[in-house]
């Protein structure tokens, strides 16, 4: 019987399957339902979609003496038994389960949906869907002004296509960054061709068989060839909501401070994980970055093994839109009251801070990353800022 069973090859499984056999566990079996082995999920929107690194490059580090199981699913885990059921039916036992099942893509429900040559991008298998069919595409269409469809039509524009960005926001990013940092990045993307249309919302899809037009709610139509989607993500709680752990106000399964859920010997990580961050005074979060799903992953690993260990790492993020321009963000604000530039946005080199009251909730930094250590001092510190000192 296996010791530890983790469920998902992502980033934090990945990296929690790593923590337990470097620290000398013995037994572990890592599930997931990729048909690949644990790969860099941010290289589907960037090098892997522009062709610049090949499917060899992105796999993440070969795991020793862990028994890795791609397509394969586990469909029900019963905590009281401590078992997983996998899709062939046939049962594993575990002494200690960590879940890490990740999110699944926000899916458009409007008419014409289903037509051919519309896209969601998550895995490498869909990053190259989406390259061989823009292979001859006049027009590109993405739809959302997230993160997904900003570095993805940077990535196509990169290689040679025509892309149009429509989007609720008025500028693309303003809701995780705001509207300051949202305005660079849609100049950048502008600058390099690619056409953006704000406040657009889409109502369907038209075409014989395969998409040719995309309707919005104004009555603009636009040209699309191949759209990608990238309308956000819900985390993946389904096996366990219905393994009935508890689950938080923010969609996820809620964990404590070393990442334990209701159930015993269960632990989450990543996206799913609906975290008490000691480094913010308890507060719940749930975030969908790399490094958060990644550190969470050693963390929880460290845990399993019985070791008193929290998770009390700033989140950080970053992105690229092509080589044109990359950001790099630390702290999580949902909402804040306040935004402090310090250096030039107009010559990308900035950081932005973004204050809540009197306090320090993230920065993004465009060309500055220097500045992000003393973001890192005020977020672990929690001290009322300096206005003067962080605008410099
Ligand atoms: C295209 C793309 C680009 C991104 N770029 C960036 C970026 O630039 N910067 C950044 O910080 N973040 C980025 N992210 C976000 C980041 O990749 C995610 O936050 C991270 O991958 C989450 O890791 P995870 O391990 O929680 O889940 P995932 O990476 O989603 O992995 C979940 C795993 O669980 C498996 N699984 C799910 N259910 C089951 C089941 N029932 N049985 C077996 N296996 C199962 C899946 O197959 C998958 O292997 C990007 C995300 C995407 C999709």
Partial sequence: MPEYVIVGGGPAG???????????????LLLSRDPDPPYDRTAVTKGYLRGETSHDEVLLGALDGVDLRVR???????????????????EASYGKLLLATGANVHRLRVDGAALEGIHYLRTLRTADEV?????????VLLVGGSYIATEVAASLTAIGKRCTIVMLEEVVLERTFGKQAGGYFQRVLTDHGVEIHPKQELARFEGEGRVSTAVMQSGDRYEADVVVVGAGVQPDVSLARAAGLDLGERGGVLVDARLRTSAPDVWAAGDIAEYESVVHGGDRLRIEHWDVAETQGHTAGLSML????????????????????????????????????????????????????????????????????RARELLVSRQPVDRAELAG
């Fill in 72 to 90: 394969t699913s586990v469909t029900k885990v019963d905590t009281g038994g401590h078992t997983v059921t996998l899709a062939d039916r046939s």
């Fill in 306 to 373: 019985g070791r008193d260990q929290v998770h009390d790492v700033i989140p950080y993020f970053f992105s690229d839109l092509a080589d044109w321009t990359s950001m790099e963000y630390i702290g999580q604000a949902y909402s804040w009251t306040e935004e402090i530039v310090r250096g030039s946005i107009d010559d990308a080199e900035f950081t932005i801070y973004y204050i809540d009251g009197d306090r320090l909730a993230g920065a993004l930094s465009v060309g500055r990353g220097d500045d992000l250590e």
């Fill in 14 to 28: 990945h990296s929690a399957a790593r923590t337990l056999s470097e620290e000398g566990a013995q037994d572990i």
């Fill in 131 to 139: 390259r061989e069919d823009a292979e001859g595409a006049g027009h």
